[in-house]
């Protein structure tokens, strides 16, 4: 299997520690009006910075509509970013022409929400973890067998024969979810990206996947992007997170940090809101901030969490945009209440 990969300056050591850099990232989508004039914006992303490791594992949480998969779909370069720039390995994403893109996707697998819609229901499981190889450039039919015997049995899909010809309705959740992990595997990518990997299955399962997944990473070095707006699992999978509010990042942290010093209100909202498996809670009220999310076509000046925010500053937090402040080592946060 031969890619094309392309040029790019020699990068410096301190460099070759980024896998993934993200700089003041804009992802904007236009509205129109009856399809023809633009008359405003749905600013999805608004200035995201973030540099993701070698062999790290981050989750980036938030409630729905904050702008996550925005970001996500911006990394797998589904979607042109306005303004900054997207960067893997020192070479340009964001802008990047199909050649590039090609080569570029062949790094990154991608773990989809709904394993059951995301596979093609015409597809036997060994063509569609062939199809992938096939795509790269890969022409030995015998090579490519043995590359999808190797990542069934990763993902302890086995015996292996009897999987290969099962379609995908024939197969459990969990099973299916086992199938798109061994798809975003077969390339051995560098990255892989997981939209809300465990959302759509039953309890007992989500832990063995995120088991599997973890093991994949640390046994391949494998860097991860974990999208979820649940804050219970990101504690067992990954290093640092990142929260999101209304399209830009307002804390970052090392995971064991955030949970039990969070900064942020809007942190605290989410870890208030995560479900409680014991009992004896299940009657206690629990603080939730008033209100809803802002528009992203207009949203408010300021801090933009400030309208359900109980501890605003008046004359400050609805009129000035917080910078990023860092009261405790390698905790960032984005709040007038952490001002120096």
Not at 27 to 51: C, K, P
Request: aromatic share 8%; hydrophobic share 40%; with cysteine.
């Amino acid at each position: 299997m031969v890619l094309e990969v392309p040029t790019t300056i020699e990068p410096t050591l301190d460099q070759r520690k980024v896998l993934l850099s993200i700089r003041n990232l804009h992802v904007w989508y236009e509205l129109r009006r009856f399809g023809f004039g633009i008359v405003g914006y749905v600013r999805a992303v608004d200035d995201v910075s973030f540099d993701l490791h070698r062999g790290e594992a981050i989750a980036v949480v938030g409630e729905s509509g904050c702008g996550k998969s925005t970001l996500m779909k911006t990394i797998l370069g589904l979607v042109r970013p306005r303004e900054g720039s997207v960067t893997f390995e020192g070479k340009e994403i964001g802008q990047a022409d199909q050649a590039t893109l090609k080569w570029y996707r062949s790094q990154v697998g991608y773990i989809q929400q709904d394993p059951y819609g995301a596979l093609p229901p015409f597809m036997s499981v060994r063509r569609i973890l062939e199809e992938p190889l096939v795509i790269a450039g890969m022409k030995d039919g015998k090579e490519r067998l043995e590359r999808i015997h190797r990542v069934m049995e990763e993902v302890k899909l086995y015996p292996v024969e009897d999987f290969l010809g099962k379609f995908p309705h024939m197969l459990s959740g969990g099973q299916q979810q086992r199938v798109v992990i061994a798809r975003a595997m077969i390339l051995n990518p560098k990255l892989i990206v997981a939209d809300e990997p465990v959302s759509m299955l039953d309890a007992s399962v989500r832990v063995e996947i995120l088991k599997l997944l973890r093991g994949l990473q640390e046994s391949h070095h494998l860097s991860f992007i974990y999208i979820t707006h649940d804050l219970s699992t990101v504690k067992y999978f990954s290093e640092r997170i990142f929260v999101m509010y209304a399209g830009k990042l307002v804390e970052q942290s090392p995971i064991g940090e955030l949970l039990k010093n969070p900064l942020h209100p809007y942190t605290h909202a989410l870890l208030s809101a995560t479900s409680d498996p014991d009992a004896r809670n299940a009657l206690s009220f629990r603080e939730v901030p008033p209100g809803e999310p802002p528009s992203l076509v207009k949203p408010p000046p300021g801090c933009r969490f400030h309208p359900r925010c109980a501890q605003m500053i008046e004359g400050l937090c609805e009129i000035d945009e917080p910078p990023e402040f860092t009261p405790v080592p390698d905790h960032r946060v984005a709040c007038w209440l952490h001002k120096e």
